[in-house]
């Protein structure tokens, strides 16, 4: 398989998983609220780096798949508290209405806490003998020294204007840390060693650092049609960003230092791994 | 020990627990605002809850203690966004300004995510041969069949007024599921069989409706200093409450009731046992 029918493939088994990952019984508004954040599309990079990862040493994917989906959960979860009025304030996510423009704010609240919750109850139900150690690499890196820490820092660095350190750490932590976070979760899933684990911790890593400053170059050059969300924000609040801090030119030498970094980092020549490979190189494409 | 000894005594060992249970590393405000909020006091009744359970059959509460902080930084994510304007809009939580009054909407979001991310963190940290499945107990009661359920359909209620049935959904999950949960988790973690599980989970239900109910009637009939909240919220919102239902005098005999069933489900005649039928009992004494 090519890159573009692997990463489909993945993509596929991630959405099939996510359909009826919300149980029916979840009252409503809440139920819909959450399905309505977690169905809404999206590249499903973080599920699909879990699912990559977990086959470079595994062939049948069905044990990693409740981990992929709640990888997604925490990853829509963190969204949908981002875009509320007290942090972001956006109106428009992949396209429609933020969750709280849909549902109002008191909801939107309880569908981020209802999603984090779900993302543990599911993988708390899974009876892989090395469940529990793949969601501890979730719980480290999805909370107060990782994601929302990097939040956390995000949100008192628009009051004090940041620099080039607070953006790193906020880099590594909102961003890097959600990714390095799945690939960690698959590889101890498939029972990888150290080796194998350090790589995708390096990987992680530059990937988040490049990803962010690509998404920091497309608030720039980016179409609000192709992107689904508002841009040129950043710029309109004086925003700390890769490009504020290093210029246009500069930003985009950096996201390709960053994503070769990132694909340097995999010395495994699995197919799986090679993915993992084409798949950092490929995130330059929207911006070169 | 008398029963005030031995809640003083569990008491003490998880405030003990919770005073170093927030990383130093964790970026301020946020840790700030997390440590405001999970060391504003209160009665720990939810780890003192777990604890005794831990204690009908366990005499080193030591390997406990993890799992009841998780449970109370829960309970305090849960208060910290139920407060926010877009829930119940509270300025005041144990007599001191709510989380988002000092530190801000946005932190107090991000507190309350960090919080149950960290509850979760601190679980999976633990090297207990039974800490998967009493991180599932809690996983399973504070998400969207349990805990975040009973909000969502108290924060629907609001706006529709509310009936006997909904009231009941509420209670059961937004108040019975997280003193059933660390109930569950105690005796989990202490290797107890079905039987204890069993007399434990009609306790936690019985005990969180009867607590709901005394709720309900302080609202209408307490003093704001010694509850250190406002009171009189209920009536002035038109809320559906067990007082205005069913009226204060049948809200009195059924808090009674309810206690009584929760004291009577305990089978067991441990020490640790007999201290939960007490604190059933004790509950009422604030109400009558």
Redesign the interface.
């Known amino acids: 398989m090519n890159y573009n029918d692997q990463y489909a493939y993945y993509r596929r088994a991630v959405e099939e998983t996510l359909r009826c990952a919300?149980?029916a019984?979840?009252?409503n508004?809440?139920?819909d609220a959450?399905r309505y954040s977690l169905l809404a599309g999206g590249k499903r990079l973080r599920p699909v780096l879990l699912l990559a990862a977990y086959a470079i040493l595994q062939r049948d994917l069905t044990p990693a798949l409740p981990f992929a989906a709640a990888v997604e959960m925490v990853h829509t979860?963190s969204l949908i508290?981002d875009d509320?009025p007290?942090?972001d304030n956006d109106d428009l996510r992949r396209g429609r209405p933020t969750c709280h423009k849909a549902y109002?704010?008191?909801?939107?609240?309880?569908a981020?806490?209802?999603l984090?919750?779900?993302a543990?109850?599911t993988m708390?139900?899974s009876r892989h003998p090395r469940?529990?150690a793949a969601?501890?690499e979730l719980?480290?890196r999805?909370?107060?020294?990782?994601m929302?820490?990097g939040?956390?820092?995000d949100?008192?660095a628009e009051e004090t204007g940041g620099n080039a350190e607070l953006l790193r750490?906020i880099h590594l932590h909102k961003t890097a840390d959600l990714l390095t976070a799945p690939l960690a979760m698959g590889l101890t899933l498939a029972g990888a060693g150290e080796d194998l684990l350090a790589q995708a911790r390096e990987y992680g890593k530059n990937l988040g650092i490049a990803f962010q400053i690509i998404d920091d170059i497309l608030d720039v050059t980016g179409d609000e049609a192709t992107l689904g969300k508002h841009t040129g924000k950043d710029a309109q609040e004086h925003k700390c960003t890769w490009v504020s801090l290093y210029g246009l030119d500069q930003a985009r030498k950096d996201a390709k230092t960053y994503t070769e970094r990132a694909a340097d980092s995999i010395k495994n020549d699995e197919n799986a791994a090679i993915f993992l490979k084409t798949l950092a190189q490929r995130a330059l494409v929207r911006v070169q």
Not at 142 to 146: S, Y
């Open positions: 919300v149980p019984d979840v009252p508004p809440l139920g959450m979860y508290h509320l007290a942090m109002g704010e008191g909801m939107a609240v309880l981020g806490d209802g984090l919750s779900l543990f109850e708390a139900q469940a529990f969601l501890g719980a480290a999805c909370g107060t020294r990782g929302v820490a939040q956390c820092v949100l008192t750490y």
